[in-house]
């Protein structure tokens, strides 16, 4: 199996959880506390789809599209981590952090294929 598949099923997996975690948090009160899910549904579909040799690419650039949406659609809740973290009074702390680990599990997931993408250039897999 190829790294960025599993890579991105790991991906779409962590979201899933992550989503699921965020809505258990807030002890059910908020839907969009599922958005990670939401998101990593069908990133985790994308790795499946991936797994066939001649879908990969189609697979992986979609997936990669639907991180780079899901980490800038979180940044509005990521510039207020500095002030949950401080203690600040926010509204919808727990947003602001399941927001924050999206950005951060979105944002490693794309430095993984930029770092695939150079390879694939250099010749390497």
């Given at each position: 199996m190829n790294d960025m598949v599993l890579i991105t099923r790991v991906t779409g997996a962590v979201l899933i959880v992550l989503g699921v975690a965020g809505y258990a948090v807030t002890g059910g009160a908020s839907l969009t506390?599922?958005?990670?899910?939401?998101?990593?549904?069908?990133?985790?579909?994308?790795?499946?789809?991936?797994?066939?040799e001649a879908r990969r690419r189609t697979a992986i650039h979609a997936a990669l599209v639907l991180a780079l949406l899901g980490f800038l659609g979180t940044l509005m809740n990521v510039?207020?981590?500095?002030?949950?973290?401080?203690?600040?009074?926010?509204?919808?702390?727990?947003?602001?952090?399941?927001?924050?680990?999206?950005?951060?599990?979105?944002?490693?997931?794309?430095?993984?294929g930029v770092r695939s993408f150079m390879a694939a250039r250099r010749g390497g897999s």
């Open positions: 506390a599922l958005l990670p899910t939401v998101l990593g549904l069908p990133v985790l579909g994308l790795g499946v789809w991936a797994g066939d510039v207020q981590l500095p002030a949950v973290l401080s203690g600040a009074e926010v509204e919808r702390p727990q947003a602001v952090v399941v927001s924050s680990l999206t950005a951060l599990v979105c944002a490693v997931y794309l430095g993984f």
